[in-house]
């Protein structure tokens, strides 16, 4: 978990280097999200609630504000919720149906967060762009999941875990 706490970490902090996809805040490739739901499908939902919320916060202090971990916890803790109450009705090769969703959580959740922080009901305009990103972005993360799964399983029956 501490290894996966550490990768997870890295991502998210180099994520944050580069420049968004297109120009609507709070579109980003999602990248951090890959070991979270790989965690979830090889260690369990609990394991994966432990990393996310040590990388959010741990994150947050190296690299963010007070007000990024609003938003990292709002959408994180969304995501997280979503994936977990999906991961067991999907087999392994359609993790990244479970990565969409979550991905969806994840905008849901941080524009819920705008809104409420800001208390401008205008900014759901944001939110068809908001869709659109996660499921492309959800879809490419998911990829990335069900493959380091793969690895990761493999690794643990080579070596005996």
């Excluded at 706490?5 to 990248?31: N, S, Y």
């Excluded at 394991?47 to 504000?65: N, Q, T």
Aim: net charge positive; hydrophobic share 55%.
């Amino acid at each position: 978990m501490a290894l996966l706490t550490a990768v997870e970490l890295t991502i998210w902090v180099l994520e944050g280097q580069i420049p968004p996809p297109i120009p609507v805040p709070g579109v980003k490739l999602g990248l951090a999200s890959v070991v979270t739901l790989a965690a979830m499908a090889v260690l369990g939902r609990r394991e994966a609630g432990c990393i996310l919320l040590l990388r959010v916060i741990l994150g947050c202090l190296f690299a963010g504000s007070f007000s990024a971990i609003i938003f990292s916890l709002a959408g994180g803790v969304l995501s997280w919720a979503v994936m977990a109450s999906l991961i067991g009705l999907f087999p392994e090769k359609l993790l990244w149906v479970v990565s969409v969703f979550g991905a969806i959580g994840h905008n849901a959740g941080q524009l819920l967060a705008a809104v409420a922080v800001t208390k401008t009901p205008g900014l759901f305009w944001y939110g068809p762009a908001l869709l659109t990103s996660a499921i492309v972005t959800g879809a490419f993360t998911g990829l990335g999941a069900m493959y380091l799964v793969r690895a990761l399983r493999k690794y643990r029956e080579r070596r005996g875990f």
